[in-house]
């Protein structure tokens, strides 16, 4: 495995401006980039079809980590084809959400870097340079689904603390009214 540097720079040199997604079948995509790294062929490696995804976005998401993976310097070892399955099912639409314009992942270097990580992660693979704690520990100060997860937490942390101050303010005012009513 190379440094993540130069996975990085491989998502920021995604030639999208020769690709028409609109016409674009991933599955021959898909096809190509798994037989270019394991010479097995003449079958879709996939149990599932993603040819079916019209969603411009997430298709440019296909696009970017397929060109990841074909990258002949890439390095990247053999991984689980049903691992990379489940994750271009499951975990490419929740980012594809999270970051709704595609050439953020091509053109913001932490984009760029959080794509890599979270794909490396699922696959259980390690940049050169890197041990496991320090990979997850960047890794999850980049990711958008944990940022995404703590603002939720902060609002409701302030909505918890309005409530209360709310509750304690009518209690003075309850207090002050009925103190008043006595005198």
């Known amino acids: 495995m190379l ?38 062929g003449k079958f879709f490696p996939f149990s599932k079809s993603f040819d079916s995804i019209t969603n411009l976005n997430l298709k ?46 091509t053109t913001d270097s932490e984009r760029a870097e959080e794509l890599v990580r979270n794909v490396f992660q699922t696959l259980n693979l390690l940049p050169q340079g890197e041990t496991k704690e320090y990979f997850n520990d960047r890794f999850r100060s980049i990711d958008s689904r944990e940022r995404t997860r703590i603002l939720e937490e902060t609002k409701k942390a302030q909505e918890r603390a309005k409530e209360i101050l709310r509750q304690m303010k009518q209690k003075e005012e309850e207090e002050a009214a009925s103190k008043y009513n006595r005198e």
């Open 3 to 40: 440094e993540i540097r130069h996975y990085v720079k491989l998502v920021l040199n995604t030639p999208f401006h020769q690709v028409d997604l609109g016409s674009l079948s991933l599955d021959a995509l898909w096809f190509d980039v798994l037989f270019s790294r394991t010479k097995e």
């Open 60 to 105: 440019a998401i296909h696009v970017i980590l397929a060109s990841l993976f074909f990258d002949k310097e890439s390095q990247i070892p053999e991984f689980p084809k049903e691992t990379l399955l489940n994750y271009l099912t499951n975990t490419l639409p929740i980012l594809s959400d999270l970051v709704p314009k595609f050439d953020s992942w």
